[in-house]
């Protein structure tokens, strides 16, 4: 793993959105969003820290019914996935709870939101080239409204 540089490869497909892939981009954007007003309202009755238990042990809950989702995890691979558990599962599921006590939960969905934006300007910085002019647009209004919600939010 010593001297990787990191990269990153074209997407598999540039054509346009089918029906079905903005019928998958709706369901998607409405899970993620939902989340966080279901963190909002367990807030209520729970303290944060268990607010991330639960999150955690509905999720396992869930993928207890799908087996195929089950993989053996090779062993030089176990302390990467334990790293990525807790930067990427472990940490959020705890930190939004926490924010969510200050913010409304239509700040803390936007500021998270951000990530795709984020996303994009890594890939572009991996990819040495920018995203085509309708795609920056896009990632100019994106940008341009959650920083206004920031905005807002901190006034």
Known sequence: MANKILTTAEGRHAGAFSSGDWSRFLGIGLIWGASFLLIELVLWAFEPGLVTWMRIGFGAAALAFLPSARASIAREDRSRL???AVLWVAVP??????AQRFVTSAVAGMLNGSLPIMAAIVAA???GRLPRRLQMFGLAIGA????SIAVTAAV
């Open 82 to 84: 334990i790293a990525v």
């Open 93 to 98: 599921f705890t930190l939004f709870p926490l």
């Open 125 to 127: 910085v991996l990819l």
């Open 144 to 147: 341009v409204g959650v920083a």
